[in-house]
């Protein structure tokens, strides 16, 4: 199996009591010795404890990369001190992180920034079986501008915490068009993650409707009725 993790963070090697990567957690339990695994990560304080999280594992690729919608050679990211040593809340959007950290002070860095569809055509990966995107408020950009003519994606996590109503509803119709299905939560296990994979199903017109409008608050009351209803149906 192809995993690429766009916002890898820490990994694994997060300390703070309410934090888990699913997404590697979901890969170390899924590992194989066929499997490759792409992990990009924008700060580079955390590419060492990502190092030591995959350590134990063979055809782990780590990259200390930005992804970005156009050809530029180097991001600037921002980043408050309040968030150290893990530094989840790393964005290209000052104003993303002074919304989560409005009196830190904020520090920046300049990272190597590459397209997604550059990135997939450079590393060879046209068969994707897991991506997951959680890249700080440009999770929606990024998607966007995947060439999925070019590469089969076959299921897909994406972070909609900092989507806002409309960015929700187009992502959700243009993946719907695409043969996608909402599949309920991704890997994050605050269930701030949408999860769609690669098949239809008839709920497809009603949830894209209607998604887009659930709060946080009640989308795992939702999540669990919906998802226990198309399991039945299915």
């Known amino acids: 199996m192809y995993f690429v993790h766009l916002g890898a963070g820490a990994g694994d090697q997060d300390q703070r009591a309410e934090f888990r990567c699913g997404f590697t957690e979901f890969v170390k339990k899924n590992y194989n010795k066929n499997s490759k695994v792409f992990v ?8 060492e404890k990502l190092k030591f999280c995959y350590k134990n594992f063979e055809n782990i690729q ?11 050679d180097k991001l600037t990211f921002f980043y408050a001190q309040e968030d150290a040593p893990h530094y989840q809340v790393c964005s290209s959007d000052i104003n993303h992180v002074r919304r989560y950290y409005p ?6 860095f300049s ?3 590459i397209t997604i569809n550059d990135f997939f055509e450079n590393q060879s990966i ?21 060439d999925f003519n070019r590469f ?15 960015q929700k509803k ?16 991704g890997f994050d296990h605050n269930n701030y993650d949408y999860l769609f994979r690669k098949k239809k199903i ?14 946080t608050k009640h989308y795992k009351i939702f999540n669990y009725f919906l998802i226990n209803n198309i399991n039945k149906n299915e």
């Open 40 to 47: 990009l990560e924008a700060n580079p304080l955390n590419i």
């Open 62 to 72: 780590i990259f200390n990369l930005a992804i970005s919608t156009n050809k530029s």
């Open 103 to 108: 009196e830190s002070k904020i520090e920046t």
């Open 111 to 113: 990272v190597k920034s």
């Open 126 to 146: 046209y068969e994707i079986d897991y991506l997951s995107i959680d890249i700080e408020g440009f999770d929606y950009e990024v998607l966007m501008s995947i």
């Open 152 to 166: 089969n994606i076959k299921n897909i996590s994406i972070e909609y915490l900092h989507l806002t109503k409309i």
């Open 170 to 185: 187009k992502l959700i119709n243009y993946l719907i068009k695409l043969g996608y299905s909402y599949s309920g939560f």
């Open 202 to 215: 008839l709920w497809n017109i009603f949830l894209s409707k209607i998604l887009y409008l659930i709060s």
